[in-house]
């Protein structure tokens, strides 16, 4: 199924003089303020959320999954998923590959497909949390920081070709996330098995060319119990200084302790320059992958309040971040999923742009914690929505991408198309 402009535009035109009076009435407010309107929704426009090819199947628990039929069950239906998605919200124009699971056999015709779809190929990823049918060596114990060099060298081996499959489709970064771990307290030497890590990461590194960038995730458990290696931002931070200047740390919102002061994680890494990329969902308790601003949207803001602020920093070193969606959930049909994550990642992100900077820097300087306070939730409490809605019509996608996903049937049509049994390769 494709989504025809014309007919997105007939949805629009429903719903337009609702979003008018709403328009209006923000604009009106903003640029009183002396902030330019249209500015903010050319930024919106162009901050592209690249969708992970692995989110487009329901997710599953270890307890059970239910699909809801219609998944994709191809790379090229992966890519028309994210081509769909596109078209209704025209902010989620990259997939990025696990590998693995989706691996590109005719290149030419891959990168065409994407094409077709206005879409670019973000990060690579690499999956040596799992065994495959046709591999030597076993990850039960680990992969880069195993004890025996052999499933070590598998497992550079492995980010190597992911590297090279990415360097095919136009791909300029890979992300390593590693599971490695204990499970019981005495049964790892912390010390070796981070060693261990670090040298073959340095294998990877080398291997990457020289305009690629490796992001490195932390995990504080899960899905092994007692300890992981690169437990937190500290430890990847620590690896990656010592990989080289093109290795990064990468935040997944998921994978942090209750409580943690993760606008702070971001604060520091971008004053260090080693902020990479970035992986959105929300949790209650965990790495639970709930849609991006479903439990803590004040959370959002904040930390979109810092990356704000890095990337307005004219001293900083830090590069435009990597931004992907990392989350897949067993209960809501993934695509509608997809949306409402992107539209909340746009929501706390022109909601960031809209703190006055300069006086809230002044509000720090004196001392003054309810002014301070008060800038920033005069900004969180702006109701952006038709800022958003905006920017999406102006580049001819939907007002209201859910309601159009709705009323244009996709997911019918999927399951039309592809069956109600069909599954997608991924958790
Ligand atoms: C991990 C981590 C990785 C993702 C896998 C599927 O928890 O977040 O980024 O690739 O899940
Ligand atoms: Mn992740
Ligand atoms: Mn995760």
Known sequence: MRID????????????????????YISQRLEGKGISVQKLVQKIQSFQIAIPSWALGTGGTRFGRFPGGGEPRTLEEKIDDVGLLHALNAGSGAISLHIPWDIPKDIAQIKAHAASHKLLFDAVNSNTFQDQADQEHSYKFGSLCHTDAQVRKQA?????????????????????????????????????????????LKEIYAGMPDDWKMFIEYKPYEP?????????????HLLASQLGERAYTLVDLGHHLPNTNIEQIVATLMMQGKLGGFHFNDSKFGDDDLTVGAMKPYQLFLIFNELVEGMQDKESRNPYPAWMIDASHNLKDPMEDLLQSVEAIQLAY?????????????????????????ILQDAFRTDVRPLIAEARMQADAALDPVAAFRKLNVRENLVRERGKKSMATGL
């Open 5 to 24: 402009k014309n007919q997105i535009n007939s949805l629009n035109k429903k719903a337009l003089p609702d979003h008018r009076e709403s328009f209006e």
């Open 156 to 200: 550079v081996n492995h980010n190597l070709e992911v590297i090279r499959h990415g360097e095919a489709l136009g791909s300029k970064s890979l992300t390593v996330w590693l599971a490695d771990g204990s499970s019981f307290p005495g049964q790892m030497n912390f010390r070796k098995a981070l060693q261990r890590t670090l040298d073959s």
């Open 224 to 236: 092994y119990f007692y300890h992981t290696v690169i437990q937190d931002w500290g430890t990847s």
């Open 350 to 374: 022109a909601q960031a742009l809209l703190v006055d900077r300069q006086a809230l820097e002044d509000a720090r300087e004196a001392n003054d914690p309810v002014l301070a306070q008060e």
